[in-house]
């Protein structure tokens, strides 16, 4: 080998030297990683606690409100890069939706099993201020014990907000014969319908209200009404009459597909985290019974539960 040809080879050695070394100290980006917040409690504290989490290896966070349903187009097109609470039956489609066109991932499942539908707070049952329930037949007996100031005499659903479900609540109290005796209501926010369950509970009526699982509530203790069972295609926007119940689901986590690129090890740590009911329903609780805000909320989480959460940051 002459002097030239050694040269190269000692150049082309370096060259990949350099490139093993590159890959093998790959770092996360600087660029933040955008975390949606929503309009529920666990969701939000979840975020914060997401962000402390990514924060703890380095990586700089940005918060944005976000709808949630629009999030996934916004996860797509890389406007935000993660959603960490994608619920089955409210969100599902829009999750599958945006996944099919391309840009956003599944980065896998929480441990908490998930229902979201209507009920009413465990005492309504236990008092038998309608008896029959949580069966929904028992409802058309009792419209009266549900009714509110503003229901018109009739029995009153208070649905989320109008964001959430759409239609969904109305059509199914057409399609199960209800509508001459109830009217559903949309709540402004999650805490308008905390706020009714609280009055409720204080003035002794009864109140049937949407609700989710895990959440706060799971400690006091909550009926979900047992209403005709879900199956695909029972829901109008599918063809079906509107008249079946929610199914119980999972609770996803969805990415854009450049951030496991982007940021290899705050993805790993992301994909990685897992987190159960219980979890959840200490994050929700944390705000809607402590009242605390959801950024304190987090680091009053995160600093109680260091043996949940800093094994998926390793």
């Known amino acids: ?20 070394s590159g890959q093998a100290l790959a770092a996360d980006s600087s660029k933040p990683i955008v975390i949606p917040t929503h309009n529920w409690s666990s969701q939000v504290v979840m975020a914060y606690v997401l962000g402390g989490m990514f924060e703890s290896m380095g990586n700089n966070v940005e918060y944005v409100p976000s709808d949630s349903q629009a999030v996934y187009e916004a996860i797509r097109n890389g406007d935000v890069t993660i959603s960490h609470e994608v619920w089955q039956s409210s969100m599902g489609a829009s999750f599958y939706n945006a996944m099919a066109k391309g840009g956003l ?13 209507m009920g009413v707070p465990h005492w309504v049952v236990e008092q038998n201020l309608c008896p029959g329930l949580p069966n929904w037949e028992a409802l058309a007996n009792c419209p009266e014990v549900f009714a509110t100031a503003d229901s018109g005499g009739m029995g009153r659903w208070l649905e989320g907000p109008q964001s959430w479900h759409g239609q969904l609540m109305p059509e199914r109290v057409a399609a199960l014969g209800l509508g001459d005796s109830y009217v559903v209501k949309f709540a402004g926010s999650a805490d308008a319908l905390w706020a009714d369950l609280e009055a409720a509970k204080k003035e002794g009526r009864g109140t049937i209200i949407f609700n989710w699982t895990p959440n706060f509530t799971d400690a006091d203790g909550f009926d979900f009404i047992k209403f005709p069972p879900y199956f695909d295609g029972c829901r109008t926007v599918d063809g079906g009459d509107g008249s079946c119940g929610s199914p119980k689901g999972w609770l996803k986590k969805a ?21 159960n009911a219980t979890d959840i329903g200490q994050m ?14 987090a680091k009053a989480w995160l600093a109680a539960h260091e043996d949940v959460w800093m094994p998926f940051t390793q």
């Open 284 to 297: 929700a609780a944390l705000v809607d019974i402590d009242g605390m805000s959801a950024e304190d909320a």
């Open 255 to 275: 990415a854009n597909y450049k951030f496991p690129k982007t940021h290899p090890a705050a993805y790993t740590m992301y994909a990685k985290t897992s987190f």
């Open 1 to 20: 080998m002459n002097k030239f040809t050694s040269k190269v080879a000692a150049a082309a050695l370096t060259m990949t030297l350099a490139s093993v």
């Open 105 to 117: 991932i599944d980065a896998g499942s929480h441990a908490a099993a998930t229902l979201e539908d």
